[in-house]
Every structure is written in C-alpha cells, then in structure tokens.
C-alpha cells in the first residue's frame, strides 16, 4: 500500500489486513506504557486545512505511540493565507524530508492531487464529501470487536441515517462495509441521497422506522443545521421526526443491535436520546478504536515490514 | 500583413477539397485573393501540399484569448497563434475578459490586436448585457455598429427570461445573432462535474443536464415568439441536441456548436481529480457524447467550436472545486474532428469552415470556395499524418490540454491566411 486516499484502492484483502494489524495495535494501547519505537525516525505531517480536532489528535495520537515525529500544519498558522498555491506548500514542505502526509480538506480530492506532487505517502484524513477512510476503518473495526465478527460482516445487516449526500463518512462507509459483507441500507429523504446510486451496493429506506428494530448496526450521520436553508429539509423537526433516534424507536432497537456516530453528535437532532443510556452505544468505542486503526494505517505504510511483535516486545 | 502580396503564392500538388467537392489541383494567390486554380501553376513561392487537402480555412466561432485581463492565461496573439497552427483563418473571440466586450472600445482594441498579430481574423464578440451581468442590455447598435455580428455572455447564461426576450427583439432589427451559454445558474450553485454517477460516487456537486436544457427549450421558444435567431453554444447533452433537432425541424431560427471535448470525453475522467478535465458545460456521458456526435451527422448541429478556454497552471493545479473550467482546443480541433467522428471529410470542414463561417457573418471572407477571386483564406491539412499531442508542444500560452499523450490523425500543414501563408510546414511564421 502506497498511500490510503479511499477504500477502494484498499480492496477486500487491504481491509482485512488492517483490521487484523488493527487488533495487535489495540493490545499495544492496553499496555501500562503504549508505545512502541516501530517508526522511529519517520516524519508524519498532519496538513489539516480545515478544522477538525478529533481526526487530527486521533491521527497525532497514533504518530506518536509508533514514535514517528508529528508536524502539524493547519491553514490559519501557514502561508497559504498568503496566497501560497497548495502545490507550492506540498512541495515545500515535502523538501524538509517527509515520509507521510495526513491531509483533511474540504474540497474532494485533494489528496488525490497531493499524492500527483509528492513521493510520501497521502493518508486520506477527509476530503470534502468524497471518503473518510480512517474513519470506515474504526468504524469497522468497532462493529467486528463488539460483535465479535473477526472474519467479516456476513448476514450482517447496516442502516446508515440521515444526510448521505455530503458525507464522506458514508461514502466511506458504505463500500467498507459493503466488501467486508454486510447489507447496507440507507436511510434519508431523496434531497440527502446522491443523485445517483447506480453501482452502489445498498438498499434505501425513506424512514428510520423501517429499519430501527431490524437491523444490527444503526450508523447516525451528522445533520447539519445549514442544510435547511438549501430546501433540503423543511426544518430539523421534520427531520428527527422522520430520521432521528428518539427514546421510543431506542426502545424498539434489538438488544445486539450497535448504535454508532461519527461525531461531533447534534443531540436533539440526529440523536434525540441520551447515548450514554443506550445500551447499545459504542460511540465512545469508536474514538477509542480510531487510535489503533490510525496506528494500523501509518504502520502499514511506513513500516519496515521487519514485523510489530518482535518490535513491541 | 502585406509582406507577401506583391508576390505569388502556389499551393502545389494537393487535393482541393471545398462545398463543390474534390477535385486535385494547385492554387495561386496574388494579392490576397485566389487568381487561378488548375494543374501545374507556378508562383514565386511553393507550398508542398502533396498527401493534402486544401480547403477553405476554419473559423472558430467560440474561443477565449483572455486579453484583456488575463494575459498570463494567453494573449490575443499567442491565441491567433495557436489558432492559426490550428487552421483557423477566423476566430469569435468571446466576451468575458476584464473588462468585458461591453464597450466599442474594448472590441476594437481586441479586434487592432488581432491585426497587429497577422495570424487570423479576430471577430470580438460582444455582450448581451452589461458586465455580463444579466441586468442592463449592452449597447448592441453601437457594438453592431462597430462590427460586431455574435453577441453573448458567454460563460454564464441569460438568466431573465424577460431580459432575453428584450434582448432578442432588439437584435433583430440589427441583424445580428444572439448566442446563450445554456444554463440555469440556480440549478448548478457550486457545481463542479456533469451530475449523475461518477459525480454521486465522488462526492462532488453535480451540473445536471437538465440546467442546460431548460435554457436551450426558453431560448427556442423566445425565438419562436420574436422571430430573432438563437445560436447555442457548446451543447453538452443528448436531450439539448434533441431539442435543437426538433426547433429546426420546426424551421425556426436555430443554430447550435459542439466543442470537441464535448464528442471525444467522458466525466469518469475526473475520477483521479485533475481540474485539467473540468470545463463548462462540463464533460457529460457516453450517451451524451454520442447524441453529440449525431447531432454533427444529422447536421442539427451546425459547427464544431472549441472553447478553447486557457488557464495557466497555478489555476488548473487548485482543488477540483475551485480551479476555474476549460480546456484548451484550438491545436487539436481538427485532429480529434477526423479521428473521431467517423465522417466525410468533406462534413467535417463544412463543420470547421463554410457552415461557422455563415454564422459568424464573415461568408464573404472565410470559409469560400477556392474559387478565383475568393479571399485567400486557406488550410491545408495532412488528414492521414498520425500524431501524438503533447501539452508542451502547443503554440497557446497556456498548457492545459485534455488530451496529452493522445495519439491523433490529421494535422495542419499550412495555413494561408490574407494570402499570406502564416504556418508553413507546422510552424508559425510571425
């Protein structure tokens, strides 16, 4: 693997072998000290041109357990306010001796673009509405841990809520889930859809109450409050009305059934209940789980190969 | 541009290939004008045109030579240049350079220079309204006055429906041509590729067909109602060139071009995100780019235009979503037309040459027979020379061209130009 810009390029095999690189990370994480020189001398820069904390510290985290030296570069401190082009700042940058970029950015494909202009390796940290890999991964290796599913989300059945169009978490998530054997259902009103789902391995649902006491995953997207002003909800209580988990469709939830959030949740909105009293929440798992996945990723990419476990140990 | 006119020029030992047909012999210009045509003329000077087709020379009724304004993207003279390697004896320099061709002065600043460059005709455009702004008409008598034939907001559409119905009353009386870039701005707010599969999968806002289809079904039937010609340029979608079928079927007032990007690609291109593949209208689907090429064989389109659109490369290296759209086109409009098509050469320069040359006005100068006493305006073109384009390559001041590494057949060989041969043997002569 050269460089993870979406789950695509990963392929069926790619995702397994993080996921199972994913479990040693974790056992790493439980240790009393979780760290491990496994990158030692590699640079990782976060290139971060839009604002997000929790992507970013997770990604930071990782870096620094596998003892990679972490840069940070996000726009407000950097010269692209000067009118720098982002050819330029990759290249710059890169001349200092990089070994990996983490780029967030809000214009779909970004990284593409990044990995056309550099020889380090492009981790995909989010560009615009286009993937989210990481987070498919930690998403993924939250439903295999909480229901044991180490070989793969067979008879698996997934319902992902709410505004789809402009999610690069569920454009992630779909094909991560999808390959890895799930049935995935999509749950929105047709202005929060893509315009086209042709080649798309789901199903679509128009009401989250077709779907709350069947499926085993419940995934809640992130509805923005901005999205009302472009006609494509007639106000966020029609839309929890229709799409967000309240305390009586929680009551109707199976037992097994995972209720998962990519953050930063809009409570009263998508999530009209109290996480923290459902049962079945792994919301915190997520985040916690990003740590190992991201440690998985950097390690695939920049590792000697000359294997973890002798390096850990 | 009078360097060579006292002289002869013969094009020697080619195939003349114009509305009449075929037919093999050699050509002497003297003064700007065809004075013979007939086997084994002689002349001060020889054009090898043997393996060639000499026809009448191409107009290109949709370019951008971003001067003023924007000359590090191409000036009016690195454009004529480029769009003489290409054939063009003409070209309709569009509207939207800074300041717009709202003013007599601005369109005869463009069209002085052009003279000044010697390398093609250069026909300003001008706007239908002022600053493109789609509120206020620009001054069309004065422009028409000045020598103004197409006028346009090209690079954005006539919004107001009521604007345009103005518009398009006014101009008939001027006898000019009113030609939309068809799309409904509201339906394509931030709008990057064509909308529908790749686009979905992408993740990147879509420019539904649709937007541009509206316009072209508005301006039909406002040219129904006033009675005013409607020219459409660059039609993306099968279902615009079937509205464009039916009006002239209809015999109303409509003329329409296709770009060549708009016949040889497709959006899944975008899927690596290189803004070099981003235009507008943006490149659209297979069904689409088939209906296109239908459209250039059924003759509902009448003229391929390229919207060579240059943009230096800081530009076209920004995100997809905020790099500025188009492509380059004038050095390979030919090419891709022969190889592409799968016509009659005879069609594809009436779709180069006679045909937009009657819509640009210019019939009495470009686009003629290769008779004697017609203009001197003249391409010849090797239509078999196999080639491979490569972005550095081009004459245009820019490098932003869809097609690098593309192997082509057909290329220009000369191209005379007010009798005075501007390219020889490929290369430009001032």
């Known amino acids: 693997m050269k460089h993870l810009r979406s789950i695509d390029e990963l392929g069926v095999a790619g995702l397994h072998r993080l996921l199972d690189l994913s479990d040693h990370m974790a056992e790493i994480n439980r240790r009393p000290v979780p760290k491990v020189p496994a990158l030692r001398g590699k640079t990782v820069v976060s290139l971060f041109f839009e604002d997000s904390t929790r992507t970013r510290l997770s990604f930071e985290t990782a870096a620094k357990r596998l003892s990679a030296d972490t840069m940070t570069f996000s726009v407000s401190t950097s010269s692209v306010n000067k009118g720098e082009s982002l050819r330029d700042t990759i290249e710059t940058v890169a001349a200092m001796g990089v070994d990996a970029f983490v780029v967030r950015h809000k214009s779909s494909g970004v990284p593409w673009q990044i990995s056309r202009w550099t020889d380090a390796a492009v981790v995909n940290a989010g560009d615009g509405w286009h993937e989210h890999p990481t987070q498919a991964l930690l998403d993924c290796y939250t439903v295999r841990t909480a229901l044991n599913r180490p070989e793969g989300f067979d008879g698996l059945h997934i319902a992902i809520v709410g505004d789809i169009k402009h999610s690069r978490v569920a454009r992630s998530n779909v094909w991560a889930f999808a390959a890895l054997g799930a049935r995935v259902t999509l749950v929105a009103p047709h202005t929060l859809l893509p315009p086209s789902l042709e080649g798309w391995p789901v199903d679509v649902a128009h009401s989250i109450d077709d779907v709350v006491d069947r499926v085993d995953v419940l995934y809640m997207l992130r509805m923005q409050r901005e999205r009302m002003h472009e006609a494509l909800v007639p106000s966020l209580r029609e839309y929890t009305s229709r799409f967000g988990l309240t305390p009586a469709r929680a009551d109707r939830l199976q037992a097994h059934t995972l209720v998962m959030h990519p953050g930063p949740m809009n409570r009263g909105v998508e999530m009209a209940v109290d996480p923290a009293e459902l049962p079945g929440s792994v919301i915190t798992q997520q985040v916690t789980n990003g740590v190992s996945v991201r440690m998985a990723v950097l390690f695939d990419l920049l590792g000697s190969g000359s294997g973890l476990a002798g390096e850990a140990s | ?430």
């Open chain 2, 1 to 430: 541009m009078t360097d060579v006119n006292n002289t002869s020029v013969v094009i020697k030992g080619g195939t003349i290939l114009d509305q009449r047909g075929e037919q093999v012999g050699d050509v002497r210009i003297e003064g700007g004008v065809i004075t013979e045509v007939g086997p084994s003329l002689t002349g001060d000077r020889v054009l090898d045109a043997s393996g060639c087709m000499v026809s009448p020379g191409f107009v290109d009724l949709h370019v951008h030579l971003r001067e003023p304004g924007r000359e590090e993207a191409e000036t009016v003279e690195t454009g004529s240049r480029a769009a003489a390697l290409g054939g063009f004896t003409a070209v309709v320099a569009m509207p939207n350079t800074e300041p717009p061709h709202d003013s007599v002065a601005v369109v005869q600043m463009v069209r002085r220079l052009g003279e000044q460059a010697g390398l093609c005709e250069v026909l300003p455009s001008g706007c239908i309204t002022i600053g493109r702004a789609g509120e206020v008409l620009a001054p069309m008598a004065e422009l028409a006055a000045a020598g103004v034939h197409i006028f346009t907001d090209d690079g954005t559409g006539v919004q107001d429906p009521l604007l345009m119905r103005r518009a398009l009353e006014y101009a008939k009386s001027l006898g000019i041509l009113l030609a939309q870039h068809c799309e409904v701005s509201r339906l394509t707010e931030g709008a990057v590729m064509h909308e529908g599969g790749c686009c979905s999968r992408l993740g990147v806002p879509g420019w539904p067909s649709v937007a541009e289809e509206l316009m072209v079904f508005r301006d039909i039937e406002l040219s129904r109602l006033t009675g005013a010609p409607v020219h459409f340029l660059h039609l993306s979608t099968a279902k615009s060139v079937d509205l464009v079928r039916r009006a002239k079927a209809e015999g109303l007032l409509v003329t329409a071009e296709a770009a060549p990007h708009h016949f040889t690609l497709t959006d899944e291109l975008l899927s690596g995100f290189d803004p070099i593949f981003k235009v507008n209208p943006p490149l659209r689907e297979l069904t689409d780019v088939m209906a296109v090429r239908e459209g250039l064989a059924d003759g509902t389109i009448d003229a391929i235009a390229t919207d060579h659109a240059p943009h230096p490369p800081e530009l076209k290296e920004m995100p997809l979503d905020q790099a500025p759209p188009g492509m380059l086109g004038l050095e390979t409009s030919l090419a891709l037309s022969i190889s592409e098509l799968g016509l009659p050469l005879q069609q594809v320069v009436a779709l180069l040459s006679w045909k937009p040359a009657a819509i640009a006005g210019v019939a009495d100068r470009h686009g003629r027979a290769l008779e004697v006493g017609a203009p001197a305006n003249i391409t010849v073109f090797d239509p078999n020379l196999a080639w491979t384009v490569s972005s550095s390559g081009l004459a245009s001041k820019s490098r932003n061209t869809p097609y690098a590494g593309r192997s082509v057949r057909g290329k220009v060989r000369h191209t005379v130009f007010g009798g005075n041969p501007v390219v020889i043997d490929g290369q430009a002569q001032r």
